[in-house]
């Protein structure tokens, strides 16, 4: 498809019947083939944000290892130092038997005396000695997983890089596709654009309007209409006591601020996002912290129901591959693909609905 698409070229316009649908099958292919290319960035775009949040998860347990180690090598040149001070005490002056004892005391109740306080000062040698032990024992157990957390972060540096040549391929092959599209079917194609355009801005507005319309935020009512109803992982009831949800209309009213905003892959910043970066930026905003990253957002919070949903609650699509904030209604707002922007879209508008978290 792509190589048939690379070679169009200037076409004569026509306004006969037979040449306006050929021309029309040709747009067709065209848009079917970029959305193709958007689906395979967005994918590829997550599974970036997937080795970047490996590699700082990794980057964390390094740090909080590398401090736990210095503390445990303080820790064991302490205890070294402990002993040795009591083999040099006990060198100088050896513990007296227990003939000696009974001389010095001078009768046998001072004598158990003097012995409870030697076996205490052996107890005490023998804690030196297993605090030693085990200071060995977590410094050498903090330096393998060093080594092992050094090695995954290697692999996830190079799986980062792997996943950034991906996209960025991608991206130049969708650039290919439409340099080679013909004057007339670059026109068709902004106008199809424009379209969506409208009606994104149409859905925004009314999504405003029953925003500013709810004095409250309101559990949105289950349709049968729903690709949330219709998902069976969707409809399952939640396995402990879901939060509450106070406050994370919030983040989705803070969404809506950057409608149309241009998606960026890996962007989480006012000046693009990806899906995950929206949703990640905009309860960074409320003091919430929220990976960016689909797949850590899902493991994180807890499973709410399509019947359940409130705005602020984030909702995902695709297997995980994207997800947006719901925000009533039954509409939700994201950042869909490569050469979109930051829009209002339906619940009902798409059928690959996994389910939803509440931060």
Request: contains cysteine; aromatic residues 6%.
């Amino acid at each position: 498809m792509l190589g048939a698409l690379l070679a169009f070229g200037a076409s004569v316009a026509t306004t006969e019947p037979a040449a306006i649908e050929a021309k029309r099958a040709e747009l067709s292919a065209i848009q079917a083939d970029l959305h193709a290319i958007n689906t395979q960035v967005e994918i590829a775009a997550e599974a970036y944000n997937g080795a970047r949040y490996e590699l700082s998860q990794v980057t964390g347990r390094i740090e909080e290892n590398a401090a736990a180690t210095k503390r445990t090598e303080r820790d064991l040149t302490a205890s070294r130092e402990v002993l040795a001070d009591r083999l040099r005490g006990l060198y100088a002056t050896p513990d007296p038997s227990l003939a000696e004892v009974l001389i010095a005391s001078g009768s046998i109740t001072a004598a158990a005396d003097q012995m409870e306080l030697l076996d205490r000062v052996g107890a005490q040698d023998a804690n030196v000695v297993n605090g030693l032990r085990s200071h060995k024992a977590k410094l050498a157990e903090l330096r393998a997983q060093l080594i092992e957390d050094r090695r995954t972060a290697a692999e996830a540096v190079s799986a980062k890089s792997r996943e950034k040549e991906k996209v960025e391929a991608l991206l130049d092959q969708r650039q290919a596709v439409l340099d080679n599209v013909s004057g007339e079917l670059r026109s068709m194609l902004r106008a199809e654009e424009a379209r969506k355009e409208r009606e994104a801005a149409a859905a925004a507005a009314l999504a405003r309007q029953r925003q500013a319309a709810a004095a409250a935020p309101t559990t949105a009512p289950a349709t049968s209409s729903s690709p949330a109803a219709a998902s069976p992982s969707a409809s399952a009831a939640p396995s402990a006591p879901l939060p509450s949800g106070s406050g994370n209309a919030a983040a989705a009213s803070i969404a809506m601020q950057y409608l149309g905003v241009p998606y960026v892959w890996g962007g989480a910043s006012p000046s693009g996002f990806d899906c995950s970066g929206l949703a990640s930026y905009a309860y960074a905003q409320i003091g919430k912290s929220v990976p960016h990253y689909t797949v850590a957002i899902w493991n994180a919070f807890p499973k709410v129901s399509s019947d359940q949903l409130q705005p602020g609650d984030l909702v995902f699509w695709r297997g995980l591959g994207h997800m947006g904030i719901y925000i009533g209604g039954g509409q939700y707002v994201h950042a869909p693909q490569t050469g979109d922007v930051v829009k209002v879209t339906s619940m009902s508008a798409r059928s690959d609905y996994v389910g939803a978290v509440r931060p």
